[in-house]
């Protein structure tokens, strides 16, 4: 039976894969506008489902529970601070006005990326059933996610070389996160820990309505898109249910 790091390192690579599968999906269908908004809308949902269903509930658990519930806000604002250091760097490197959207879907992924591998390593400390839990509630997320980035990132003058090996490399920020949630939490506090599943849930919310929907709703959309979201979030709600 695998234990302790190696048992993270293979939930890890669970929704790390299931991102690479979804954008080597990208590579060989044609994606339409609307097609990348229900991916989107539908990886949306199923994220949000992630932080409400499990990390808060779990969070607040906490004593006192305006700890973790601070520790949300502090995750949110720790976004927004990444995303104005990357607005600041693509200023000064001058970066075109046509490729700062896939810049940003690939750096919300990245950043949703490595919350993923905190959270697999957080969760892991606390239970190794709420980690797995955790990796496969993210799969799905991940898939639809993959194959936005990827999509969107074919809507550059990038070469499909390139598009593959950034696609390769989403599997650093999670595993990455999934090493520093374990090591760094294992013998925390548990209000340490749980602190940090918060402020994850925190960054998490703030890259679905940040990256993620505005992405969604740039180019043409489908009214169906909705309806992807709340099935995203009934996606993980059925695993949540029935594999926790």
């Known amino acids: ?25 990208a590579e060989v269908v044609d994606v339409s506008e609307r097609s990348l908004s229900l991916a989107l809308h539908l990886a949306a949902g199923i994220v949000l489902a992630v932080v409400g269903l499990e990390l808060m509930p779990e969070a607040l658990t906490a004593d ?22 990357i607005g600041y760097v693509q200023v000064r ?22 919350s993923d591998g905190v959270m697999i390593g957080t969760g892991t400390v606390i239970n190794p059933v709420l980690g797995l839990l955790l990796a496969l509630g993210q799969v799905p997320a991940d898939l639809p996610e993959g194959f ?14 390139t ?8 599997a650093v920020p999670i595993i990455v996160g999934a090493t520093l949630g374990y ?22 919310t703030s890259v679905v309505v940040e990256e993620m929907l505005s992405e969604a709703h740039e180019g043409e959309t489908s009214p169906l898109g909705p309806i992807a ?12 249910v029935y594999v926790g």
Do not use: Q
């Open 1 to 25: 039976m695998l234990e302790g790091f190696t048992l993270v390192l293979v939930l890890a690579c669970l929704p790390a894969a299931g991102n690479f599968l979804g954008g080597v999906a």
């Open 64 to 85: 006192p529970p305006w700890v973790p519930i601070a520790a949300f806000v502090g995750g949110g604002a720790v976004f927004v601070a990444l995303e104005r250091a």
């Open 93 to 114: 490197t001058g970066t075109s006005e046509e490729s700062k959207g896939p810049l940003a879907i690939y750096s919300g992924v990245s950043i949703d990326l490595f």
């Open 148 to 161: 936005a980035s990827v999509a969107t990132l074919r809507r550059t003058e990038m070469t499909r070389r």
């Open 163 to 170: 598009r593959v090996l950034m696609s390769v490399s989403f």
């Open 183 to 204: 090591f760094a939490l294992r013998d925390a506090p548990e209000l340490v820990t749980l602190s940090v599943l918060a402020a994850t849930g925190g960054a998490l």
């Open 229 to 240: 979201l709340t099935a995203g979030f009934a996606v993980f709600a059925l695993i949540s």
